[in-house]
């Protein structure tokens, strides 16, 4: 899940006690200028954007296993222990990333073309009210270019988020399911024909269909291909996908917000999360070498990696401190620095979890961002600008 979001519960101010925001010993400082300092003021105007009553941990990994940390809170709600150093959480649509990584290998290999239509992997999958799968492509999907509706928010799937929490937690609803929900809907527009400018709307269901796609073309769950092709390969060790399992199973942090009586309600465990959109657990660490490897050639030939980074532009973040918006590939965004070039990242927004990974081209530094809500959802504009502000400073230190 991601992007702008209906809140889940109605949410009250109250402020959590925090833990020190002070860099482990034994930690290396990154090379380039930016030092655990600047790492630990940067981390504080996020949690500070981010309202001021969320767990936020940071994480930088350069050179020569270079790493600098930072951290602020409480592992939950009653916990005197802070926030653990390399927390599992789920990335949300951070797997999105992981996802359109396993389809261009998939690409690579000849299984599958990105030209080829979802009404060819899929027949009859996409139709009705509107919808056309022999309009829309592979590429389409990994772009956001499909105009195909976001199952996310039907006012069914919204009901169970917002109103019936609780209830429906251990929700596992088959992503088919999940794809013929948003078919009831129309499309937001439809695919101009191939070679014409695309337009540009953000869609969990286009990753639900490209996961299907994939496991038609590579002759296996597409979990078990992200687990063969990226996971294990890259000694991914705390990165694992639990599927139906509402349980994280190494040190996290508890999710809470506080409820319309006042009191925590408890998000950390359930199952909305299971799906090819979203469903990745990972840490700071993993997502770094992860991203690491995408950016110097380790995942993707050289053609697929240069069509992963062929962007359309959107308009869902705030402008970045360079002052002109980014583009979004295939699974990835392209964001500007003020340094000149570009860092590639994709944000992933749970329920109450905010993950923000990037990596500068060149591969050579990682940064990610991990917030955790106590008491409240955030305000992801603001939150957005801060983290934005952090990565730019971490990745422009280390070319002065």
Known sequence: MAGKRTAVVACLAALMACGAGEAPTGTHPAPGGYSAGDLRRDLAAVRAAAGGDVNVVARVDGPGGAVLRARYGSAGVGSNAPVPWDPEFRVASTTKTFTAVVVLQLAAQGRLSLDDTVERWLPGVVRGHGNDGSRITVRDLLQHTSGIYDYITDPGVQDKLVNHFDENRYDATPPSQLVAIAMRHAPLFTPPPHGSPRRWAYSNTNYL???????????????????????????????????????????????????????????????????????????????????????????????????????????????????????????????????????????????????????GADGRRAVTVSVTSTTALVDEDRLNKAVQTLTDHALCAARS
């Open 209 to 359: 269909l490209a996961a299907m796609i994939a496991e038609k073309a590579g002759g296996a769950d597409w979990r078990e291909l992200d687990e063969h092709r990226i996971i294990a390969p890259l000694g991914l060790r705390h990165t694992y996908i639990p599927g139906e399992n509402p349980y994280l199973i190494g040190p996290h942090e508890r999710v809470t917000i506080d409820g319309p009586g006042g009191e925590p309600v408890d998000l950390t465990e359930e199952s909305y999360q299971h799906t090819a959109d979203s469903a990745v657990v990972s840490t700071p660490a993993d997502l770094d070498t992860f991203f690491r490897a995408l950016a110097t050639g380790r995942l993707l030939p050289a053609t697929q990696w240069a069509l992963m980074r062929q962007t359309v532009p959107y308009d869902d973040l705030p402008v970045p401190p360079a002052g002109k918006q980014g583009g979004y590939g295939l699974g990835l965004r392209v964001v500007p620095l003020t340094c000149g070039g570009v860092f590639y990242m994709h944000e992933g927004d749970g329920l109450g979890v905010y993950g923000r990974p990037a990596v």
